[in-house]
């Protein structure tokens, strides 16, 4: 598609449930970047993918964090025992590899209940 | 109209001045910094990036500087108009081969006055 984008745009869960948050870059671009945005705050770094690898997931806060980019495109956010802490905007971002000029997708509001 | 970073979080214009918006950054390792802009509901929008090699650097009615002795960008908008109005991000990123993660700034609200 023309830009990156991110399904679903909202996200209302139960504390302690599962839930997937759905990116599709850019086609042809290797570079795929989870970033976590609250409130008033800039975006904090999650994980990194070149290709199909987590190539940095030094952002994701604890083990109930995972990320998947199977076929080196889409690419699924999970998170598991969901926390209230855990609201927020998840913002996808795609780029050509070394870039820093990325697109992002227009995020998923997670709000847990 | 100037901001002077994180302790100015909002700035004001009228429609058709200059605006500038500046940030402190914190790693001296960072080998590109950027500005994106982000306006609600959205995503951050990249608007233009420096190198750590250079001190100035221009687009389209925007011009970024960078001072690395104090370690502070800023990012100059030309006639400042209505559709500027958002906020916006300096980023910066650590030089670290293809993984270009982003350490971002807390942000500076641009609202334009018509």
């Known amino acids: 598609g023309a830009g990156v984008s991110q399904t679903p745009s909202n996200k209302v869960t139960e504390k302690g449930k599962y839930v997937e948050l759905r990116c599709d870059p850019i086609?042809?671009?290797?570079?795929l970047y989870w970033y976590r945005q609250s409130l008033g705050q800039g975006p904090e770094f999650l994980i990194y993918f070149q290709g199909t690898g987590a190539a940095d997931d030094s952002g994701l806060p604890n083990d109930r964090f995972f990320a998947v980019r199977p076929e080196g495109s889409v690419s699924t956010l999970k998170i598991q025992r969901t926390e209230r802490g855990d609201s927020a905007v998840y913002l996808c971002a795609s780029s050509l590899t070394g870039g820093v000029g990325y697109t992002f997708g227009s995020g998923t509001r997670l709000t847990v209940v | 109209g100037e901001n002077v970073g994180l302790h100015l979080p909002t700035l004001s214009v009228q429609e058709g001045d200059n605006s500038i918006i500046n940030c402190a950054y914190s790693?001296?390792?960072?080998?590109?910094f950027i500005w994106y802009k982000q306006e609600s509901g959205k995503g951050p929008q990249f608007i233009i990036d420096?190198?750590?090699n250079m001190d100035k650097r221009q687009g389209q009615r925007v011009t970024v500087l960078l001072n690395k002795t104090v370690k502070h960008l800023s990012l100059q908008i030309a006639a400042t108009q209505p559709g500027d109005s958002a906020v916006y991000f300096c980023?910066?990123?650590?030089?670290?081969?293809?993984?270009?993660?982003?350490?971002w700034g807390l942000g500076t609200s641009l609202a334009v006055n018509p």
């Open positions: 086609s042809g671009h290797t570079a």
């Open positions: 980023a910066e990123s650590p030089n670290a081969g293809n993984n270009r993660k982003l350490i």
């Open positions: 420096i190198r750590s």
């Open positions: 790693n001296s390792a960072s080998d590109y």
